[in-house]
């Protein structure tokens, strides 16, 4: 069976590698390498895995079949009517790091379909499940916008402070997801804390460019920081941000240099 994964960066080597494992045919597509093209890489492909970053995932969406099944691990997309146009799309997220994953470390991710827990679980690899996807979706990209604030009020990991920092995160998060039609206990799940903290440290480009702009509010960032392009998307309504989500409130009315 052949199964198209689109963006060959680390995450999307990393799946595709486990894919490959396990005697599936894999292609990959990505517009940097210049190898293929997206028409062949698609051809025949029983399920398209996408990898791009979540800034180039709506240029490349209008040109995938909406009748394969498509699943979803680029993280960072806010709202799930960007897959509207979709007859099965189903989501794979939470804290894996791509070197982990190659290295055949012990990590537990979320997904929203049993296919992705057939086609990619090893003695490594777990999953929780839930067919929460629009949840799913805004936990991966809410972490990134508060990462930032992490970084922005200067929160050390491990710290009681940091600790409380996360604690109330999760709350507004849940009160995010319940507001925006979503499911408030997927925070629960690997996908809403167990990414959350890991985000809210180092290495995240989230964190570090807010700890950047604790010492420069003129910044701006050197690589992608993908916490941006969320932040810009709920300043512009692409969410409901309900009462409760008092330091994401904090975070936008700081934000108007920079998002």
Request: aromatic letters at 8%; one cysteine or more.
């Amino acid at each position: 069976m052949k199964i198209a994964v689109l963006g060959a960066g680390a995450f999307g080597t990393a799946l595709g590698g486990i894919l490959a494992n396990k005697g599936y045919d894999i292609d990959y597509y990505d517009s940097r390498l210049e190898r293929e093209k997206l028409s062949d890489v698609l051809a025949d492909a029983k399920y398209i895995v996408l990898c791009v970053p979540s800034k180039a995932a709506p240029y490349l969406l209008p040109y995938l079949p909406k009748n394969k099944p498509l699943i979803v691990a680029t993280k960072g997309i806010l709202s799930d009517r960007t897959f509207a146009d979709f007859r099965d799309y189903i989501v794979l997220s939470g804290p894996g790091f791509a070197d982990d994953i190659k290295a055949a470390k012990d990590t537990k991710l979320t997904a929203t379909d049993d296919r992705i827990i057939e086609l990619f679980s090893t003695d490594y690899l777990t999953f929780d499940k839930t067919n929460d996807k629009r949840g799913v979706l805004m936990c991966g990209a809410l972490k990134n916008v508060y990462a930032i604030l992490a970084g922005l009020e200067e929160l050390e990991p491990n710290t009681e402070e940091h600790a409380r920092f996360l604690t109330e995160v999760s709350e507004e998060m849940k009160a995010l997801l319940s507001a925006n039609g979503a499911q408030p206990e997927t925070v629960d799940l690997v996908c809403g804390k167990g990414d959350l903290k890991i985000t809210c440290a180092y290495p995240s480009r989230n964190y570090e460019f807010g700890r950047i702009l604790h010492k420069n509010p003129d910044a701006e960032p050197e690589k992608t920081v993908e916490g941006i392009s969320a932040l810009k998307r709920i300043k512009r309504g692409g969410i409901i941000v309900p009462a409760e989500a008092i330091k994401l409130k904090e975070l936008i009315d700081r934000s108007d240099k920079w998002a």
